[in-house]
C-alpha cells in the first residue's frame, strides 16, 4: 500500500524489492515470511505462569514462537475463551508456503498438542494471516545488491520508505515507530 501525505511526498509501505520492480529494476534481494496459526480455545489461559510466549527450534515442530495475547493484556478474549498466535517462519515456495490454511491448521494444531500446549480437538476457531516481506535475508554480496536496489528508489526525492521491508533492515515495534516519528518531523 502507498499513503499520500502531502502532493509532493509519497511514503511507501511496500517493500524495496517491489518498490524497484516498478520503478523498472528487478531486484535480487528476498524475504522470509511468517504465517501466523490462531488457534482459540475455551480455556481460561494455556502457557502456564505469567509466560508470556515461548520459542521453540526442533526440526519436526514448524513453527518458531507460541504467543497468548490474552497474557499481555485482558482485552482480547473474554474470560473463559483464550487464543494462541503460532508463528512460523517460511521462504517463498517452500512447503510451509505452499500449504493451504486448512492444512497449516490441522498441521499447527497436531504439533501444539504434541509439544504439550493444549489438545488439538480443542480448537474452537481458528485462521491464518500470511505475511510476506518480514525478515529481511542476509547472503553473501547481499551489501552490493541493496546499494543497487536503493539507488533505484533514492532517485525520487520526495519519495520515502520506511519499515523491514522498506528499509531491508529488521526492526521491532519500537524501532518503527521512532523511524515513523523522525519521518514525520523531516516532512
Do not use: C
Not at 30 to 46: D, N, Q, V
Amino acid at each position: 500500500s502507498i499513503a499520500v501525505a502531502r502532493d509532493d511526498v509519497v511514503i511507501s509501505s511496500l517493500p524495496v524489492t517491489i518498490l524497484a520492480r516498478l520503478l523498472g529494476y528487478d531486484s535480487n534481494l528476498s524475504f522470509r515470511g511468517i504465517k501466523s496459526t490462531y488457534l482459540a480455545y475455551e480455556k481460561e489461559k494455556i502457557i502456564p505462569g505469567d509466560i508470556h510466549w515461548l520459542y521453540y527450534g526442533a526440526n519436526e515442530i514448524l513453527f518458531n514462537r507460541v504467543t497468548e495475547p490474552k497474557k499481555l493484556s485482558p482485552f482480547v478474549s473474554q474470560d473463559n475463551k483464550t487464543y494462541l498466535t503460532v508463528e512460523t517462519t517460511f521462504s517463498s515456495g517452500d512447503a510451509v508456503d505452499i500449504m493451504s490454511p486448512s492444512e497449516l491448521i490441522d498441521t499447527i494444531g497436531e504439533q501444539v498438542e504434541t509439544v504439550g500446549l493444549v489438545k488439538k480437538n480443542e480448537i474452537i476457531d481458528a485462521s491464518v494471516n500470511t505475511e510476506r516481506y518480514v525478515y529481511p535475508l542476509l547472503y553473501r554480496g547481499h551489501e552490493e545488491e541493496l546499494a543497487n536496489t536503493r539507488s533505484v528508489v533514492s532517485k525520487f526525492q520526495q519519495l520515502y520508505s520506511i519499515g523491514t521491508g522498506g528499509d531491508y533492515d529488521y526492526a521491532d515495534s519500537q524501532v518503527l515507530f521512532h523511524k515513523a516519528f523522525d519521518l514525520a518531523d523531516v516532512i
